[in-house]
């Protein structure tokens, strides 16, 4: 079957960092994207990687190593807007997104 | 419009009655989805369209039923309500033509069956 473990929920604190980890057992492997989720609201679009290594936009970094079926999504300078849900999806061999059930990142001042 | 709507935004409906969501995107992209997310539980797929006149079972088809009439429209019917039907419906689309398959979603349908 096809798996993607997140931690169900994580602290942290206002301007601190946070690393949330992503592992997944899927058929075939064509890219991961991390998707952010505020309470009530749609998922949104934060990365992609496809290749081993780390990408970086601004306060968010996320990376990914192919070999050992693991990504994760760094948060730097937290904000207390930085409050959500961080989703873990894959693409699998037949280009069909596999969906983790997302970590829900609380940050206290 | 700019980007994904869905309608209504909420909906309670009786166990046993008829229930379409409603999607439309004007970003012309070929591929829509519709998906329900449950507490605990990820998006799950219920049926999804790589192009208009196509449609495909997702993960949890059971229930559901879809039409791709034209590029932009996406009805998602429950033909028969029942309260396991209970969540939030999210409709997304991405045009599968270029880059990574980013899936663009609409803002949820919460639809409670009693």
């Known amino acids: 079957g096809q798996n993607i473990d997140q931690p169900t929920e994580m602290t942290a604190t206002e301007g601190a960092i946070v690393q949330i980890n992503c592992t997944y057992q899927?058929?075939?492997?064509?890219?991961l994207f991390w998707y952010q989720q505020h309470a009530g609201e749609a998922p949104t679009f934060l990365s992609y990687?496809?290749l081993d290594g780390l990408e970086e936009k601004g306060r968010f970094s996320s990376f990914l190593s192919r070999s050992k079926g693991y990504s994760y999504l760094l948060l730097k300078e937290l904000q207390m807007k930085d409050s959500a849900s961080y989703l873990c999806?894959?693409?699998?061999?037949?280009?069909?997104?596999?969906w983790g059930a997302g970590t829900k990142l609380i940050i206290k001042p | 419009i700019a980007g994904i709507t869905q309608a209504p935004t909420s909906q309670i409906l009786a166990a046993g009655r008829r229930m379409t969501l409603r999607c439309t995107q004007d970003m012309r992209h070929n591929a829509m989805y519709w998906y329900r997310q449950d507490l605990g539980l990820g998006l799950r797929l219920i049926h999804y369209?790589?192009?208009?006149?196509?449609?495909g079972k997702g993960e949890v088809p059971d229930g559901y039923s879809v039409s791709r009439a034209n590029t932009d429209d996406f009805p998602l019917t429950l033909a028969s309500a029942v309260p396991s039907q209970t969540s939030v419906y999210f409709c997304a689309s991405s045009d599968k033509k270029t880059g990574p398959n980013e899936q663009f979603f609409g803002p949820g349908t919460r639809l409670t069956v009693l």
């Open positions: 999806a894959v693409i699998d061999s037949n280009y069909q997104l596999i």
């Open positions: 899927t058929s075939g492997f064509n890219g």
């Open positions: 369209s790589n192009t208009a006149g196509t449609t």
């Open positions: 990687n496809v």
